[in-house]
Structure formats: structure tokens, C-alpha cells
């Protein structure tokens, strides 16, 4: 599930505008099913997947994106439809929790600058209403990774791994967030 509000101010310098927006994203998949067993909660040799299959782990996660655009205006490529292409910085923040039941979680945070581009196209349904698609991708860097530990006794255990750390490629290839991300979507837009 996706989804995004953007504000656009066209034609700021000609056909140059600004457009701003807040993305969010609740994944299907926060956490690697190739990745190894949870010491204790899962069988000898057994990956998240598996564990997750036998009921004993659960996954959940959260992606919010900021973005700031420069749009250039294309004008009308056919009678009512309206295009434009957009390119800029983002700042995504993610976050990623495997559960263990009555055991605890663990949740996985980063926040990463990226860059973005895409296309947009409108239709017009009214004078001020139109159906927009919208086509594009982000391309997020690497970042630190924060761990937060709550055991069932209540006790919590914080770590916080960066990029240049020896460990950093388990924790990377443990929690899934975008690298390179694709996006489509359909909404609606109405001009003031």
C-alpha cells in the first residue's frame, strides 16, 4: 500500500515549477526471508522465511519519503492530457520490525538522503479537477542502521551500525529498504 500528497507550483519560471510531497509505504516484506535463523526461535538452520512460515516470527514495516522537484512543463501531448517531468532530492526514512511473539522484537531504523525523477500526465475531468499518472524512480545511499532490541522481560538493547562497520552488510542484507525504487501511480489533483 502507497501512497502520496504533493503540492506543485507550476510555471514559477516558465515552463520551470516546484513541486513538494510526502510519500508513504507500508511494504509487504520488511525483513529478508533468506536471512538466518533468530537464535532461539527457530530451528537449526531455519532463515526468517521459514521461521515465518512455521507462525513463530511476524514482519512489519513503514516507509516515509520527503521530496523537493524541480518540474519542467511539456504542455498538452494530446487534447486535455497535460505532462510534465519532475527530478530532485529525497529523505527517506524506514523502518522495518520482526516480531517473536511473547519473545520480544526488534525493530530496524535509517533515515538516507536520495535522489528522484519521473514524469507526470493529467487528464482533465473538470476545470479544476484531473486524473494524474505518475511514472518515476528514487535511488536512496546507503545509511546508518539502528537496531532496537525489547525482550519479554521488558529489558531493551540499542545498537547502532554504519556504514564502514565490519557488520554492516548483515544488517543491510537483513532489512528491507529501497535502493533503487520504482513507482506508479494514479490519483487525482485539484488546482486552486
Known amino acids: 500500500m502507497s501512497g502520496e500528497v504533493f503540492v506543485h507550483a507550476p510555471n514559477v519560471v516558465g515552463p520551470v515549477g516546484v513541486k513538494v510531497g510526502v510519500a508513504y509505504t507500508r511494504p509487504r516484506d520488511s525483513i529478508n526471508d533468506a536471512s538466518p535463523e533468530i537464535p532461539g526461535l527457530s530451528g537449526p538452520g531455519q532463515t526468517f522465511g521459514g521461521a515465518k512460515q512455521a507462525g ?3 514482519e512489519s514495516g513503514n516507509q516515509t519519503v520527503v521530496s523537493v522537484d524541480g518540474t519542467y512543463g511539456l504542455g498538452e501531448v494530446a ?10 532530492a529525497r529523505y527517506g526514512m524506514f523502518k522495518s520490525t520482526e516480531g517473536y511473539g511473547t519473545s520480544g522484537n526488534t525493530t530496524y531504523s535509517s533515515n538516507a538522503f536520495g535522489l528522484g525523477a519521473g514524469a507526470m500526465a493529467s487528464y482533465a475531468l473538470t476545470g479544476n479537477l484531473s486524473l494524474v499518472a505518475d511514472l518515476g524512480a528514487d535511488y536512496f545511499f546507503k545509511s546508518t542502521i539502528n537496531s532496537n532490541t525489547t525482550r519479554a522481560d521488558g529489558s531493551t ?9 565490519g557488520s554492516y552488510s548483515a544488517f543491510d542484507s537483513r532489512v528491507v529498504r529501497p535502493g533503487t525504487n520504482f513507482k506508479a501511480r494514479l490519483g487525482v489533483k485539484y488546482m486552486f
Do not use: C, F, K, L
Request: glycine content about 18%; proline content about 5%.
Open 56 to 58: 513463530r516470527v511476524t
Open 79 to 88: 487534447p486535455g492530457i497535460d505532462t510534465m517531468v519532475y527530478g530532485g
Open 157 to 165: 538493547a540499542s545498537d547502532s551500525v554504519s556504514t564502514g562497520d
